[in-house]
């Protein structure tokens, strides 16, 4: 009999009530005794979900005040001193202390501290690749770990009371240290994994004490290009455990297991799982190299998109193991659910067509147990039925002509080389842009976004349900761009922007434009804590059917005679938050994306804009987990970027922008976007960016920010000056600009306004420095 098991499950509700639940804690509004009683019903109803869908084993650890790694630092006793109670144990206050900060008075916040400063919250960190951020540990070379947190337990015993069959959740000592972060005094982390063992084997001692007779022990890094001290130490780290109680199935995901394969099969554990969506060529080799003892978890559903699983493709390989494996056969998600929207039941509004293509996690939990089903009781009447429907949507999907459409796929197959270079070179370009423009040295000027006020929500909203006219939107719309272009005129900024105002995002923006995109009401996963986001499905061949952004940056360049910059997002950006198709490549959508983003800029160049930016936020993002994977994505990454930015003549200026700071490792394809101009983040990190700029000689123009737009502090025109000179040293004066680090959408008018005069001031000062 194959087990249908899951290995995690949104936290977060079907309606987002963890979010709202906490935040109206954070506000006050709602007690512990409130919070914890949402806590608990969210987990017995998703507990039930899965139950109700067939799953067998139900994972249990999966739920999180805020983040699964943040509840682990407090179980290890991972707690900086910072936020350390001054008596008693850690509690909730502490939890969201680490995670959110906490103001300064020890005796309000409950934590300590010698100094009453404010202490400030641990790093968030992209989880792996997904957009998903956990809050780093932060690890001291006297760390000691000590069981400090017992929710696993309380977890534990409720879901028991309520009859289930659970399997807790761990994070494994090698990912949970590889997760963490040195501080203080420089050591080698692996150096503390002999004193957090025995912590393992006192919490697999307690969950056997509880009944428990399998535990999950995620060690996704086996994924990784994993260093020879961590795999040597995976093998000290799992002969130890080997003598605790409770079955042990190590799971990893998000990759595969590639030069790890023969250490993860051959670990002295009870069990593996793998991820077949992600890695499905490694599935004979696990199955050849699986010890005889062993239980193999099949990670065969996604969990990282909304695409109905193809069923019967999926059961022909499970068959293959079946065969081998029998009982030591379990079926599951790829990875936890944590990365899909809950429930697609709740999205009664969607197109019914489009709404059949797709699944949710109570969904995939469903697919999880039909395909178990399917092989322990192939003739079911239910079983066969849901097989056919599958098959059903995939003949659906692969036909559709509201998917394939001949004419994007024609352009798509006619781009020739020609079509991804500009005309000349930056050198020719360059030349002519400077004449044309005639913008002073170190020109000025912002990443594109200005305040987005209550006011813009308002009318925004007020629009969508219809409570206010187009023209009265539009009038709303322009009374703000009037207001950005006379404050940067006033400012003396020299190359302008028009706000942004009529953005929600500035993905979803232009998605809702493209035909091939599709919009949830309910589809909401957690980004971090309580912030979810919403992303767009590209569900087939994109288009762009009409102008997206002409008239508004159209109508600020008629009331200026500065130069206006037109903003737009780029292919990879509009690619990476979004949901993507898994029919056709990310390289064939990232070029039809291109090519869409191509004729706005076209279009814009025809409408007299002399400047345009093209934002790739979330190129870096990109990158595949394993290195030797790097080269091929940065090549149709940067070709996508030059892809929609090559059509202009040479006189048009290309911007784009990024907002990271570690270029070192992706700077050559950075300069092979070939954009005249770039802007990045870099003031947080003192211009340490720059050391790139050492090694490799990026040839184009650069502005890297000059101020953090993260915070509301305003900088005086002396510290922007100091970092200005930094970069002089290492950019030529007549290649460096001036801007922020990031958009301005999140900051209030007066800090932007105040900022900005800093900002010019300080480029008017280099400019008598230098000139
Ligand atoms: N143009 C966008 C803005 O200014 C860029 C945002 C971003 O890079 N994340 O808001
Ligand atoms: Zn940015």
């Not at 009870?270 to 005889?292: E, M, S, W, Y």
């Not at 206006?564 to 064939?588: C, H, N, Y």
């Not at 030059?642 to 394809?669: K, P, W």
Request: net charge negative.
């Amino acid at each position: 009999m194959a087990l249908a098991h899951n290995l995690g499950f949104p936290r977060i509700g079907g309606d987002r009530e963890l979010k709202k639940a906490l935040e109206a804690h954070w506000k006050g509004d709602l007690d512990v005794a409130g919070l914890r009683s949402v806590g608990r019903d969210l987990r017995a109803q998703h507990w039930q979900l899965q139950k109700d869908a067939g799953i067998d084993l139900l994972p249990v650890g999966d739920f999180a005040w805020y983040d699964q790694v943040l509840t682990h630092s407090l179980m290890f006793g991972v707690i900086p001193n910072r936020f350390r109670p001054a008596a008693g144990a850690p509690t909730l206050d502490t939890l969201f202390a680490m995670a959110r900060g906490a103001v300064g008075n020890s005796s309000s916040s409950g934590c300590c501290g010698a100094h009453a400063q404010p202490a400030v919250a641990q790093e968030l960190t992209k989880w792996f690749d997904s957009n998903y951020h956990y809050l780093v540990p932060e690890l001291t070379a006297d760390q000691q770990f000590q069981l400090s947190w017992t929710q696993l337990f309380e977890e534990v015993e409720e879901g028991h009371a309520l009859g289930h069959r659970l399997k807790p959740v761990l994070i494994g000592p090698l990912t949970y240290l590889w997760l963490g972060k040195v501080k203080g005094a420089a050591f080698d982390k692996l150096e503390l994994l002999e004193r957090l063992l025995p912590l393992y084997e006192q919490i697999l001692q307690r969950l056997a004490g509880q009944g428990v007779e399998w535990v999950q022990i995620d060690e996704p890094i086996l994924a990784l290009d994993l260093p020879q001290d961590w795999k040597n130490a995976f093998e000290r780290a799992y002969n130890i455990l080997q003598r605790a109680p409770c079955k042990k199935l190590l799971a990893t995901y998000f990759g595969g297991l590639e030069d790890c394969l023969g250490l993860a099969a051959n670990l002295p554990v009870d069990g593996l799982h793998i991820d077949l969506v992600r890695a499905p060529q490694q599935f004979p080799a696990v199955l050849d190299r699986l010890p005889a003892y062993k239980v193999l978890s099949l990670g065969v559903v996604n969990g990282r998109n909304i695409w109905r699983t193809d069923l019967v493709r999926v059961l022909e390989v499970l068959q293959q193991a079946d065969e081998r494996l029998g009982e030591r056969l379990w079926i599951a998600p790829s990875c936890s659910l944590l990365h899909s929207p809950v429930d697609l039941a709740r999205e009664d509004q969607l197109d019914a067509e489009l709404r059949s293509w797709l699944a949710f996690a109570v969904q995939k939990c469903a697919e999880v147990a039909v395909l178990a089903a399917a092989l322990n009781d192939p003739q079911n009447a239910e079983v066969q039925a849901a097989l056919a429907a599958s098959q059903a949507v995939q003949a659906s999907r692969a036909s559709s002509a509201r998917i394939h459409k001949p004419a994007v796929q024609a352009r798509v197959a006619s781009i020739s080389a020609a079509h991804s270079q500009r005309l000349s070179p930056f050198a020719l370009r360059i030349e002519q842009q400077r004449s044309r423009l005639q913008l002073p040295a170190f020109p000025t000027t912002t990443i594109g976004s200005f305040p987005q006020t209550t006011a813009i929500r308002l009318a925004r909203q007020a629009f969508k349900q219809g409570k206010l006219s187009s023209a009265e939107y539009t009038e709303a719309m322009h009374s703000e761009i009037r207001h950005a272009v006379a404050l940067q005129e006033k400012l003396g900024l020299d190359v302008l922007v028009h706000g942004e105002a009529e953005r929600n995002d500035m993905v979803e923006y232009f998605a809702e434009q493209l035909d091939g995109y599709l919009f949830t009401r309910f589809g909401w996963v957690q980004s971090y804590g309580s912030r979810c986001v919403k992303p767009a499905v590209i569900y087939g061949d994109l288009s762009r059917p009409q102008p997206m952004t002409v008239d508004w940056i159209g109508y600020a360049q008629g009331l200026t005679g500065k130069v206006m910059k037109g903003m737009l997002t780029g292919p990879v950006t509009m690619l990476m938050w979004s949901f993507a198709r898994d029919d056709i490549s990310r390289e064939q959508q990232a070029r039809q994306l291109a090519l869409a983003i191509r004729d706005e800029v076209n279009d814009l160049e025809a409408a007299g804009i002399r400047i345009i930016q093209i934002d790739e936020a979330a190129f870096r993002e990109g990158l595949p987990l394993r290195r030797a994977q790097w080269r091929e994505y940065l090549d149709w990454a940067s070709e996508a970027f030059r892809l929609c930015a090559s059509g202009v003549q040479d006189a048009t200026q290309i911007h784009t922008h990024m907002c990271y700071s570690e270029f070192n490792d992706v700077i050559e394809s950075i300069a092979a976007m070939d954009a005249d101009v770039i802007t990045i983040e870099t003031s947080r990190s003192d211009m340490e960016l720059l050391d790139a700029f050492e090694a490799f000689d990026y040839p184009n123009d650069i502005g890297p920010g000059v101020y953090d737009i993260h915070s509301p502090r305003v900088p005086d025109a002396q510290e922007m000056l100091k970092l200005l000179r930094k970069a002089a040293q290492r950019i030529a004066p007549e290649r460096l600009w001036v801007n922020p680090d990031c958009g301005l959408k999140t900051r209030g008018w007066a800090e932007t306004e105040a900022a900005l005069v800093q900002m010019v001031t300080a480029a008017r000062q280099l400019r008598t420095e230098l000139a």
